[in-house]
């Protein structure tokens, strides 16, 4: 829900577990309590898509018995791993640019405890008109960091459980050329298209590839995106890391990118959510301002969790 700072204020003195986003202004002057933050400007609320820099997005995350917060740097942020509960729900938020954030992102996939425990999250952000710099809070201590990772640890009732889940608006083109990569990494030079070794930027503009639209894997039907945030005369770097001895293709072109996430908000029935973050990718390319998209509200984000990092996707969670 989308609500002003008094009420935010309130809500934390309640001594909720409160997961929130909101412009920096606004974290800074929240008091100590069971919440974690991270920055953004943009949201999906229950009346729409909108930029403000005046009101906060908060989670409250029911049937909560306990509540732990911490705080990691890149060194040791699999220890969420270790330190979640045996039934709980663990929700991180990462700084947009830092170190930490591209560990996770490259790593993740690598660490097979962490698809034991649900795990969920948002990179943080900034105005993209401004020069802020992404923070995330801890806020049992009230510090902001710029450089670490903040994870809210949610022990849940043994008769509950906590279910995450992705809705993807793209899929490869079954037509387009096999694209490999021979590392894991958040910047390339060269690839493999069908075998034949390429400078990607190159190929890039020598398709005339249009590249807000991601590269897709397949893995045994769920299709994970990786977004292009940039090429260069010889490079082409991402949002998320592509990662070696996978098959990528480039999406299927989408035409009405708006209409695509309605259908699939419908097709995907009856949620109760207590945790959503949507892609700015989409956000920007979809022109999701003003547009409804109940009950999926939650912040407007620079990266997603789902247990690893995502991008171009809208991911939830439910507790069931």
Known sequence: MLITLEETIELINSGKALHIAADDSLLSKLPKGNWIGGTTPYFIAEEGGITTKDKLFVSVIDYAEEVRI?????????????????????????????????????????????????????????????????KVYNGTTGEAYTDKAVVLYIKL??????????????????????????????????????????????????????VGMPLVADYNGSYINTSIKAVSDDRVDFYAPVFSDVDYRFAVKINDYAGEFRDKVNQAGDKKPVFTCNCVLNYLN??????????????VTFGEVAYQLLNQTLVYCEIL
């Open 286 to 299: 979809g022109n999701l301002e003003g547009e409804k998209l109940n009950p999926y509200v939650g912040p």
């Open 70 to 134: 911490a705080s990691y740097g890149k060194y040791n942020v699999f220890q969420i791993v270790e330190e979640c509960y045996d039934n709980g729900l663990t929700v991180i938020i990462l700084p947009y640019g830092s170190d930490v954030a591209a560990k996770y992102g490259k790593d993740a996939p690598e660490v097979e405890e962490l698809l034991m425990h649900p795990t969920v999250g948002w990179i943080s952000g900034a105005d993209l008109a401004s020069n802020d710099v992404a």
């Open 157 to 210: 009732p043994e008769d509950k459980a906590a279910l995450i889940n992705i809705i993807n608006i793209f899929k490869d083109d079954k037509n387009d050329p096999v694209i490999r990569f021979k590392d894991n990494d958040l910047g390339v030079k060269m690839c493999k298209v069908n075998g034949q070794e390429v400078n990607f930027a190159e190929y890039i503009k020598n398709k005339g590839i249009d």
